[in-house]
């Protein structure tokens, strides 16, 4: 099963040639949306949209790993 650690929903968009996922997850214990990016590692990082209030959901990435929502 996959899943952001500690998420109530885990979402991916997209995938790049070498295998890193983007997409969002729903934090739990706050139920606000952040973007992440999953490396074929396994290894998770998380990123949002620096605007107070907003909601980070990624819709797609490029073979750069560059992300975009």
């Known amino acids: 099963m996959f899943g ?4 109530y929903q885990t979402s991916p ?3 790049t ?6 997409g969002s997850y ?5 139920f606000q949306y952040h973007g992440f990016l999953l ?3 396994g290894t998770f990082t998380t990123f949002d949209v620096p605007v107070p209030g907003s ?3 990624p819709l797609a990435i ?3 790993g560059e992300s975009t929502g």
Do not use: E, H, K, L
């Open 26 to 30: 729903v934090d739990a214990a706050t």
């Open 39 to 41: 490396a074929r590692n």
């Open 62 to 64: 490029n073979p750069a």
């Open 55 to 57: 909601q980070t959901s």
């Open 17 to 22: 040639p070498t295998g890193t996922i983007t």
């Open 4 to 7: 952001y650690p500690g998420s």
């Open 13 to 15: 968009s997209g995938i």
